[in-house]
């Protein structure tokens, strides 16, 4: 295998490790409003108080995801 065909295969390989965290993040945010769904329907009062922390995590999981693509585009096009 040519040394230039290796280090450009190794390169979308590394990619595609990258862009895993990507698909983590996504299960991430269906558990966040999975509980955030769950814990209104038991108690409708609290909705107040959980929604802003439902965002806050949605938020930060989100801000995850998008250092994670980053990282995989830099190492795809870098």
């Known amino acids: 295998?040519?040394?230039q065909?290796?280090?450009m295969l190794a390169r979308d390989i590394g990619a595609g490790l990258a862009a895993i965290g990507v698909a983590g993040a996504g299960v991430g945010?269906?558990?966040i409003f999975a509980a955030?769904?769950?814990s209104v329907a038991r108690?409708?009062?609290s909705r107040d108080q959980v929604f802003g922390l439902g965002?806050?995590?949605f938020a930060l999981t989100e801000a995850v995801a998008l250092y994670a693509l980053l990282i995989?585009?830099?190492i795809l096009f870098g």
């Open 72 to 74: 995989s585009f830099l």
């Open 1 to 3: 295998m040519n040394p």
């Open 36 to 38: 955030l769904v769950n």
């Open 5 to 7: 065909t290796a280090a």
């Open 55 to 57: 965002i806050l995590g």
């Open 29 to 31: 945010i269906g558990h």
């Open 43 to 45: 108690n409708p009062a």
